[in-house]
């Protein structure tokens, strides 16, 4: 578990990275509220909003990947125990990333098999999706290949970009340029607390990142 001090870190890290979309959407308001009633309905207006919702969107994710950090520190959370596959865990991520991140997946290789684990469905979709974001976002050609491996009992995502971003594991948020305009800076740290949560790990191998989740029959 981080110390008091590096959740501390987290906390003053979301408070800096909010101020950038929270002008963006106020100016963004300001400007729509001052623009007659024609303009409001015009393209330039469209735009405004555009950019608003982008903003509040940025600041609505990170503040849950925060707060849901928080909470799996604290135990927070009653996770849940159920059997899912591993295709029920990737398959509905690569849409979400389609419609809600503009990550285009189309051509991304699946070798899912039949493996199966056991854990929050839930969350450890959000991990998988967090993951995937960050290969694909730090990626020069974000074409991922997402395969099925064993570790020992357990069965383990491995997902490879055709250009492996450098450097593969992500550093802290807190020594991160500031900035990112998806609001996914905290993601990996949520990913790999995710996957501590349900005894698993998140770890660079073989050139890519291997998500290692629990057994399917564990006790």
Known sequence: MPSPGK???????????????????????DLLKR????????ERA?????????????????????FTIERLLEHGYELKRERVSLRELVEPVLRTLEEKDGIATE???????????????????????ASLEHMARSSQKPHLTISVHADGRNPALHIRAE??????????PEERPSGDP??????FALAAR?????????????????????????G
């Not at 250009?163 to 802290?172: G, H, L, S």
């Not at 890519?208 to 564990?218: E, H, I, N, R, W």
């Open 7 to 29: 959740r501390g870190k987290y906390l003053a890290f979301v408070a800096h990275e909010i101020k950038i979309p929270l002008a963006t959407a106020l100016w963004s308001c």
């Open 107 to 129: 051509g991304w290789q699946l070798e899912l098999g039949d493996a199966v684990t056991l854990g929050d469905a839930e969350m450890l979709r959000r991990a998988v999706r």
């Open 35 to 42: 623009m007659g009633p024609t303009d409001r309905a015009g």
């Open 194 to 218: 995710i996957l501590a949560s349900h005894e698993g790990r998140l770890e660079e191998r073989e050139g890519g990142l291997l998500l290692v989740l629990p057994p399917s029959d564990a």
């Open 182 to 187: 998806a609001g996914a800076v905290l993601g």
């Open 46 to 66: 469209e735009k405004m909003i555009d950019v608003s919702l982008r903003a509040l969107r940025r600041m609505r994710r990170l503040i849950d990947d925060y």
């Open 163 to 172: 250009v492996p971003p450098q450097p593969m594991v992500p550093p802290e």
